[in-house]
């Protein structure tokens, strides 16, 4: 699986952003995708994620009623739309799909990420 980001940049604080992430290679083996981000000096958190099988999302706290997640199957492609953007939603943000395959043994699943996209917002 190979995910590709896109949609960063620079905006002021109020301002929207969206984010695209599309996937290829075994896309049929995703269980689960979600968008992370990471700020300087400050460890990698979850910002939303979305359900292949159900389409159920979650957010942080952070992000509620602010960000949407959403994907698009036909094209492999997850998306966050960021409204209502503040400065302390500067990081970079990167895309993250999780893998699950099953074998005699159980269930295995991986973790996959994308190169990240720097996200600006100034006050």
């Known amino acids: 699986v190979q995910l590709v980001e896109s949609g960063g940049g620079s905006v002021q604080a109020g301002g929207s952003l969206r984010l695209s992430c599309a996937a290829s290679?075994?896309?049929?083996?995703?269980?689960?995708m979600g968008w992370y981000r990471q700020a300087p000096g400050k460890q990698r958190e979850l910002v939303a994620g979305i359900s292949s099988t159900d389409g159920g999302t979650n957010y942080a706290d952070s992000v509620k009623g602010r960000f949407t997640i959403s994907r698009d199957n036909a094209k492999n492609t997850m998306y966050l739309q960021m409204n209502s953007l503040k400065p302390e939603d500067t990081a970079v943000y990167y895309c993250?799909?999780?893998?699950?395959?099953?074998?005699?043994?159980?269930?295995?699943?991986?973790?996959?990420w994308g190169q990240g996209t720097q996200v600006t917002v100034s006050s």
């Open positions: 290679g075994s896309t049929f083996t995703i269980n689960a």
């Open positions: 993250n799909a999780v893998r699950t395959i099953w074998t005699t043994e159980g269930r295995h699943d991986y973790d996959y």
